[in-house]
């Protein structure tokens, strides 16, 4: 079984900062790829950023582009999310997943594209 779990989310004002980490473990799987997804009241849920285990590329919604940077520690199999210059927009749960095997992916920005996922961390930007 694969644990997924987030942690740092929280309560900030217009233009503040959050990091969020995402830590995976568990007995018998590898890591190619994790990602961040949100979703807001009434909405359905949308991809925010993802990266390759291997090589590190990068993948961003054109929403967060410039704002949101996504790391990873491959020895922690962890992944942070630094957030920055945060709008109320951005207020969701914020969610990791994880990608645990191998073969194209389109961005790393579907949900079918990953395998495990946490229970979600809530973020509010208030105005």
């Known amino acids: 079984q694969v644990q997924v779990v987030e942690s740092g989310g929280g309560l900030v004002q217009a233009g503040g900062s959050l990091r969020l980490s995402c830590a995976a473990s568990?007995?018998?799987?590898?890591?190619?790829?994790m990602g961040w997804f949100r979703q807001a009241p009434g909405k359905e849920r949308e991809f925010v950023a993802g990266?390759?285990?291997?090589?590190?590329?990068?993948y961003y919604a054109d929403s967060v582009k410039g704002r949101f940077t996504i790391s990873r520690d491959s020895a922690k199999n962890t992944v942070y999310l630094q957030m920055n210059g945060l709008k109320p927009e951005d207020t969701a749960v914020y969610y990791c997943?994880?990608?645990?095997?191998?073969?194209?992916?389109?961005?790393?920005?579907?949900?079918?594209?990953?395998?495990?996922w946490g229970q979600g961390t809530q973020v509010t930007v208030s105005s």
């Open positions: 990266i390759t285990w291997s090589g590190g590329s990068a």
């Open positions: 568990g007995r018998t799987f590898s890591t190619y790829a």
């Open positions: 997943a994880v990608r645990g095997r191998k073969g194209s992916t389109y961005f790393l920005s579907g949900e079918e594209e990953y395998d495990y």
